[in-house]
């Protein structure tokens, strides 16, 4: 309001306070109560952001349209009032149907959409679309979160608020921005925070990712990626810091991995710059090697160990006390760094035991036909596409871990 007053020379003159912008000191005390007043109005904006991430983080209810298939219900939790959601047992059928529905290799998008529209099934009074579709499929708020979807997401660059071992294959999860990120990537989940939720999820894990990553192999999410990716993007970390390498195209036609926590704060000592171009035939050739020692093994049929939750829950704690190491580091001195990365080598060790008793422990569950399907796909490397580059990924590698080229890249194998 003063801006515009003084744009159309109009002064202001108080009727209760000694405001009179026509003297030097009317306007000085004008001024100073502005400033104290913007303080308070920031102040309580930052209380309000503040109040509502810290609610996220509770798993509380945080408002907006209720997601098909469940219901409100008022409830306590923590000594907070909030709602939760409640299963609708009808509509919760319709959406099982949508992700059985979907898993199907040869449905599509718009194949369910059609199918409600056929059968007068209208979600929220409305017909369904494909973006629709594609947005009740990509919703966590319906998975029982295990550790699967922990791995999964963690594995994608999302910021997990739970511990590994509070994901027991009964709650759905809720999806939020990240506070104070201004970060967006619509095909992506850096940026973000995954919470468990009170209320009972209604799609089961293994079914869940079946779904997810069919459509994150949709050409129409993949179109924006692959113009600016490698097929080894997603699955790299650091060999240093676990965190998630960003992969970037450089003023040459080359693709490039940088570790993010060397380029915010360069308190990680993991790689500058890793070239995907030197880094893709040695994953290859230890795809094709690993693929080669599976097909020697004689299977048994022998069930798997029943400690394989516990140690996956293990491995997802130790990565988290990396990352929380890691994160400390900012500003560090150079005692404390040099004291830091004894103690991450230390928990590095243990996690790659660990990797390699869960390794040890899953041998037995890769199916042939998921193997054949691999190999062909390995003996015709140079012909396949992007896409079937990411299934041989996807079906071998949990994740690899650089520090450099060649003997300096960890694998972790899914057998």
């Not at 929220?124 to 922990?150: E, H």
């Not at 994150?216 to 990626?225: V, Y």
């Amino acid at each position: 309001m003063m801006d515009m007053f003084q744009r159309y020379n109009v002064e202001f003159v108080s009727s209760t306070e000694k405001f009179d912008t026509s003297t030097p000191m009317g306007r000085a005390m004008l001024n100073i109560c502005i400033v104290f007043a913007q303080l308070e109005r920031e102040t309580i904006q930052r209380r309000v952001v503040d109040s509502y991430f810290s609610r996220n983080k509770l798993g509380l209810y945080m408002g907006g349209p209720v997601p098909y298939g469940y219901r409100h219900e008022p409830t306590v939790i923590n000594g907070i009032n909030t709602k939760m959601l409640i299963e609708m047992p009808e509509k919760a059928e319709h959406i099982r149907l949508m992700y059985e529905m979907y898993a199907e290799p040869r449905t599509s998008l718009g194949d369910i959409a059609r199918h409600f529209a056929e059968n007068e099934i209208k979600p929220c009074g409305t017909a369904l679309n494909r973006a629709s579709v594609s947005q009740i499929l990509k919703s966590p708020v319906y998975v029982k979160a295990d550790l699967d979807i922990y791995e999964f997401y963690k594995g994608q660059g999302a910021l997990v608020a739970n511990d590994a071992a509070d994901f027991t294959g009964i709650n759905g999860c809720y999806y939020f921005k990240q506070k104070d990120s201004g970060y967006h990537n619509r095909y992506g989940f850096e940026g973000y925070e995954l919470v468990l939720a009170p209320h009972e999820g209604l799609i089961s894990s293994e079914l869940w990712l079946k779904v997810r990553k069919k459509l994150l192999a949709n050409p129409q999410f993949q179109s924006a990626k692959k113009a600016n990716s490698t097929w080894l993007a997603g699955k790299v970390r650091c060999g240093y810091c676990g965190k998630l390498f960003n992969c970037v195209k450089g003023t040459t036609p080359y693709y490039y991995f940088r570790c993010p926590t060397r380029t915010n704060n360069k308190s990680c000592p993991g790689p500058k710059k890793l070239r995907a171009i030197d880094l893709e035939p040695f994953i290859y050739e230890q795809m094709a090697e690993k693929l080669r020692e599976f097909q020697s093994l004689t299977r048994k049929g022998q069930k798997a160990d029943p400690k394989l939750a516990a140690l996956k829950v293990e491995q997802a704690q130790v990565q988290a006390e990396i990352e929380k190491l890691i994160d400390s580091l900012t500003g560090a001195s150079e005692v404390l760094i040099s004291y830091a990365n004894d103690k991450i080598a230390a928990l590095d060790a243990k996690r790659q035991n660990v990797a390699k008793r869960i390794s040890e422990a899953t041998v037995q569950q890769a199916s042939p036909e998921e193997m054949g399907k691999i190999s062909d796909y390995l003996n015709d490397w140079d012909n396949i596409g992007f896409d079937d580059k990411r299934v041989v990924l996807d079906g071998l590698i949990t994740s690899i871990r650089a520090t450099g080229r060649g003997e300096n890249v960890e694998i972790e194998w899914k057998f």
